[in-house]
């Protein structure tokens, strides 16, 4: 059973600086996009950042271009969500996830809180 979960998220003041951390375990991940997905109060769940874990390709939202970095570490089964120059609009629960890109399967974690103070 794949599980997930997170760390790392906290307050921080705008323009601060915050890693996020996702730890990944119960399957061999080579066949996975692992995402970055974040839920603001009163908004959807909307995509941030993925990275195909076989070769490392990523994908970033608009909003997060140029500030955020998705990364993964093999040997730890981890991935990572590097977060700069925070605004107050990236305020929300961030949530990791795993997508099987062959079966379907999609798995989240539990979601930790990043608050950007103004």
């Known amino acids: 059973q794949v599980q997930l979960v997170e760390s790392g998220g906290g307050l921080v003041q705008a323009g601060g600086s915050l890693r996020l951390s996702c730890a990944a375990s119960g399957r061999t991940f080579s066949s996975y996009v692992m995402g970055w997905f974040r839920q603001a109060p009163g908004k959807e769940r909307e995509f941030v950042a993925a990275?195909?874990?076989?070769?490392?390709?990523?994908t970033y939202a608009d909003s997060v271009k140029g500030r955020f970095t998705i990364s993964r570490d093999n040997a730890q089964n981890t991935v990572y969500l590097e977060m700069n120059s925070l605004k107050p609009e990236d305020t929300a629960i961030y949530y990791c996830?795993?997508?099987?890109?062959?079966?379907?399967?999609?798995?989240w974690g539990q979601g930790t809180q990043v608050t950007v103070s103004s």
């Open positions: 996830n795993a997508r099987n890109v062959a079966s379907g399967g999609d798995y």
């Open positions: 990275i195909m874990w076989s070769v490392g390709s990523t």
